[in-house]
């Protein structure tokens, strides 16, 4: 651990930490996540960042990173892991799971090494298709599934047979399934023919076999499921059983709304 002060004959933080080798504190601060430079430096001059058993106030203090021990509160503070964000097209027939005790095939044999620790964002049963998102940003995994931000996804949704006015309008405004009745959803007809109705479903919650049992609620059965966004994520024209990281303008709209949502 280096202090500079104005007189000092040490190099300023901008050079020492370009030779790589400090870092000063209140940046390695924000770098771990802990908020912005403004909050991390009320973290020092207050007396809760401790280095190496020792507590520090000194705005100008700098560290070596990975070397010296830094602490908020007495709890080991370490940078945040660079966050990781993709996108699966799922194909039929795989379960969303690590393993599967049954030996089925499961998703992530179809992500590349680097992506097998990464958790996902809502499930897809093994008979549906399209996207799943991965992250080692649990945070944002949060946000996205849990029922109280409402976040949307959509779905393409082919059936056995057409649905008449009355039954769109019962699914638009919300059907009793397992663990009680649905928010209102968006319901658009995209085609039918004698063979059924292709349906656009627009959910804004995510619970266990939501749109089967919904089209199950009057008297219908799904013939085939595809999800065709999360949130401001979209599939496109990603082939099925393929990945891709996001982009980074991707990336941005998700962190809006990890931001907005975490207010």
Known sequence: MKSSSPNSTEPSSKTVSRAGKTIRLNRYLADCGLGSRRKVEEFITS???SVNGV??????????????????DGKIVQP?????????????????????????????????QQA????????????????LLFTNDNILINMLTHPKNKVEKVYRVDINRSLTNRELNILRN??????????????????????????????????????????????????????????????????VGSWRFLDSAEIQSLLYIKKGKNR
Do not use: C, H
């Open 47 to 49: 007396g809760r960042i």
């Open 55 to 72: 507590i520090v106030k000194d705005l100008s203090t700098q560290i070596f990173s990975g070397k010296d021990t830094v602490t908020l």
């Open 80 to 112: 945040e892991l660079k966050k990781v964000y993709l996108i699966l097209n799922k194909p039929r027939g795989y379960v969303v799971t690590r393993s599967d005790e049954l030996g089925r095939k499961t998703v992530y044999s179809l992500l590349p």
């Open 116 to 131: 097998k620790e990464l958790s996902y964002a809502g499930r897809l049963d093994k008979d549906s298709e399209g996207l």
């Open 174 to 239: 919300g059907v009793e399934i397992e663990g009680g009745k649905t928010l209102p959803a968006g319901v658009f007809v995209k085609a039918q023919n004698i063979e059924g109705m292709s349906l656009k479903i627009v959910i804004s919650e995510g619970r266990k076999r939501q749109i089967r049992q919904m089209i199950e609620a009057v008297d219908a059965q799904v013939t085939y499921l595809k999800r065709l966004q999360f949130g401001p994520i979209k599939l496109k024209k990603l082939p």
